[in-house]
């Protein structure tokens, strides 16, 4: 695909729903991390950093692929929401984040131990998803348009589908609309290099300040399929955003398994495991 995002910042949030750590088998990795309050998520991990020397700098990005590793470890999709942003700085921080377009988006993630969360994120090109049908943004306040969508996720294998995250609506974010902007900001200025954390304002410094940000806001739940299900070569990975003005379970999922992702009020990410 067309790198689109190779000049843009590219982030993620750990622990922004409740319970997904537990499923994923990384509460252990954050048991030394303390928050402002139960709720609040972990913290801030890069899977993207523009020209960064390290494995950082692989543009993982794609909308209709998974590259499996080479390694022999269990890979597990992440259904998400992913924004996209704009950002500003003020004194070598970030000053403001401007929330442009929403849309389905897939952290699939390694399941295996490692010092680094990001470690667990980008193993090389075609490790992420992004839906290429974001939804304009009109503004990230409580009650704007966002607040009208769902997410799901569905896994085609062997001819069947089956549906591999829990159907709910955005606004089940731990945290959302201005706490999470306000969150980032802060956490993005004061992270320190530390458990499965890195210095994320020090990466985005050496990056020369990208006016840009791709961030995923956090993992849902897991059904039980989902769970402890992982990834194989000739899978399907579907995640969903609909606006539930518009749809309902049901008919989203006959949709899913007709193939039929081009629909007014969804984004929709199809991805093919390789």
């Not at 409740?18 to 402002?36: V, W």
């Not at 692989?58 to 996209?84: R, W």
């Not at 974010?173 to 980032?184: A, N, Q, R, V």
């Not at 995923?216 to 995640?239: C, M, N, P, W």
């Amino acid at each position: 695909m067309e790198k689109e995002y190779k000049n843009f910042l590219g982030l993620g949030i750990a622990g922004n729903f409740a319970l997904h750590l537990k499923q994923a088998g990384e509460l252990e990795d954050f048991k030394d991390i303390i928050t402002a309050d139960e709720a609040a998520p972990k913290g801030v991990f890069p899977f993207y950093i523009p020209n960064n020397p390290t494995f950082l700098g692989t543009y993982p990005l794609s909308h209709d692929t998974i590259l499996l590793p080479k390694e022999e470890v269990n890979v597990q999709a992440e259904p998400e929401v992913g924004l996209t942003c704009k950002l500003t700085y003020k004194d070598g921080k970030i000053d403001s984040i401007t929330p442009t377009h929403f849309g389905a988006y897939n952290d699939t993630s390694l399941r295996k131990n490692a010092p680094k969360i990001s470690i667990k994120k980008n193993w090389g090109e075609n490790s992420k998803g992004i839906s290429s049908g974001l939804i304009e943004i009109e503004s990230f306040a409580e009650g704007s348009n966002i607040d009208n969508y769902r997410i799901c996720s569905f896994l085609r294998r062997g001819g069947n589908v089956f549906r591999y995250g829990e159907d709910v609506a955005l606004t089940g974010y731990s945290y959302f609309h201005e706490t999470l902007l306000d969150w980032i900001k802060n956490q993005i200025n004061t992270q320190k290099d530390f458990g499965p954390l890195q210095d994320v304002l020090g990466l985005i410094k050496e990056a020369s300040y990208p006016q840009e940000m791709l961030i995923s806001i956090g993992a849902t739940r897991y059904t039980e399929y989902g769970e402890h299900t992982f990834l194989q070569s000739g899978d399907e990975v579907i995640v969903a955003l609909y606006d539930n003005n518009l749809y309902c379970k049901n008919p989203i999922f006959s949709k899913i398994v007709a193939g039929d992702y081009e629909n007014e009020g969804m984004s929709v990410l199809s991805q093919k495991v390789v």
